[in-house]
Structure formats: structure tokens, C-alpha cells
T-cell receptor
Framework: KAGVTQTPRYLIKTRGQQVTLSCSPI?????VSWYQQTPGQGLQFLFE???????NKGNFPGRFSGRQFSNSRSEMNVSTLELGDSALYLC??????????????FGPGTRLTVL | AQTVTQSQPEMSVQEAETVTLSCTYD???????LFWYKQPPSRQMILVIR??????QNATENRFSVNFQKAAKSFSLKISDSQLGDAAMYFC????????FGAGTRLTVKP
């Protein structure tokens, strides 16, 4: 069974631009969560989607948004990029929502650099 | 707010020895889950072990075991017979409504 895939793997943008990251969960998984990983702040929860509905959202500004499609694939969008948005963005999928005991499987991440 | 604290930014262990990574958390919830994740240099996070808060028995997975002290809100990871492949960043995580991670502990394994 294929793992969680994220595209693109690397991305370079300039301040003020917007970016869309994509995540394809493991087949059969309906929950997708997004995390931001930076050296300074560590791993921070962005949001979680389950069956096309956002279940939880972390403490991030409205510039960060996401959505999930009927095939469980998810996209994350960041508008008006700032230098501080440079980070590794990780996607994780699981069978059930994150309030359950189900294991989350992580993708390799998308490395976003904002210049 | 739930917070997860890993007080050891770096740890080192000799191959075949045992090492314990510390983790404490703060929560007012009674029902939650705790996890240890490993992130090797390749960056893909891998689940090492998990523990349900309502279970008193400590979880074990082969060479990995936890010491879960609910009253103390402590969840340490013990790695026995350390191997070179155990070298990685280890993250302690707490999940109630969402997942919260600690800052991580970088483990070095010396041959």
C-alpha cells in the first residue's frame, strides 16, 4: 500500500505570493492533518480534515487554509506569504479522526522557502 | 492549553546500551493518548509507540517501552539495546482534540 505522498517536495516563493501544497493520504484513510515544522517553533498543528470537513484548526492566521476532496486528498493554501512561513509542512493521514487511537502516518513533507 | 515538554534537547547513547528520553505534559483532560514519534534524517516521521491514558499498563514495542506516570503527567521512552538506526529526532506527542508535539530530543548513537 502506498504511503502518504506530498507534492511538491520543495518550493521557493517570494513574499506576498500564495502557495498551494497537496497531500494524498493512504488509500482508505479519511482523516488528513497538516503540521508546520520550524527550528524555532517545532511541530505545530495547522488543521485536520475528515470526510471533507474541517474538524480542528490550530492557532494560525487566516492566511492558512485548507480543504479536502471527496477522494480524501487534501490541499493547503497559504496566501500573502511571509518570511516566517518558511518551514517543512507535514501531512499525516489516519483511518479515523485524530481524537481516536488510530495511528497517524506522515508524508515526507514539503519544504517551503520564502524569499 | 495542553503543552508537551521534552527537557533534553540532545542525548547520546553507546550502541547496545539503554537510554531514556523524558517527556512531561500538561492537561486537564482525563481521556487522551500519548505517542513517541521518530524522525530520522530523511524526515519521514514514524510512530514508535503509543499509550492510552486510561491504561495503567506501560506500552512496549520490542526494544521500546514507556514509563507512563499519569498522576505526574510523565511519559518517558526507554530504548534498550540501542542500535545505530535508532539515531534520530524523537518527539513526544499528546492527543486529545488535536496533536501537540514536544520540541524533540536528538538522539545520537555511538558505535
Amino acid at each position: 500500500k502506498a504511503g502518504v505522498t506530498q507534492t511538491p517536495r520543495y518550493l521557493i516563493k517570494t513574499r506576498g505570493q500564495q502557495v498551494t501544497l497537496s497531500c494524498s493520504p493512504i488509500s482508505g484513510h479519511r482523516s488528513v492533518s497538516w503540521y508546520q515544522q520550524t527550528p524555532g517553533q517545532g511541530l505545530q498543528f495547522l488543521f485536520e480534515y475528515f470526510s471533507e470537513t474541517q474538524r480542528n484548526k490550530g492557532n494560525f492566521p487566516g492566511r492558512f487554509s485548507g480543504r479536502q476532496f471527496s477522494n480524501s486528498r487534501s490541499e493547503m493554501n497559504v496566501s500573502t506569504l511571509e518570511l516566517g512561513d518558511s518551514a517543512l509542512y507535514l501531512c499525516a493521514s489516519s483511518l479515523q479522526p485524530t481524537t481516536s487511537y488510530n495511528e497517524q502516518f506522515f508524508g515526507p513533507g514539503t519544504r517551503l522557502t520564502v524569499l | 492549553a495542553q503543552t508537551v515538554t521534552q527537557s533534553q534537547p540532545e542525548m547520546s547513547v553507546q550502541e547496545a546500551e539503554t537510554v531514556t528520553l523524558s517527556c512531561t505534559y500538561d492537561t486537564s483532560e482525563s481521556d487522551y493518548y500519548l505517542f513517541w514519534y521518530k524522525q530520522p534524517p530523511s524526515r519521514q516521521m514514524i510512530l514508535v509507540i503509543r499509550q492510552e491514558a486510561y491504561k495503567q499498563q506501560n506500552a512496549t514495542e520490542n526494544r521500546f517501552s514507556v514509563n507512563f506516570q499519569k498522576a505526574a503527567k510523565s511519559f518517558s521512552l526507554k530504548i534498550s539495546d540501542s542500535q545505530l538506526g535508532d539515531a534520530a529526532m524523537y518527539f513526544c506527542a499528546y492527543r486529545a482534540n488535536d496533536m501537540r508535539f514536544g520540541a524533540g530530543t536528538r538522539l545520537t548513537v555511538k558505535p
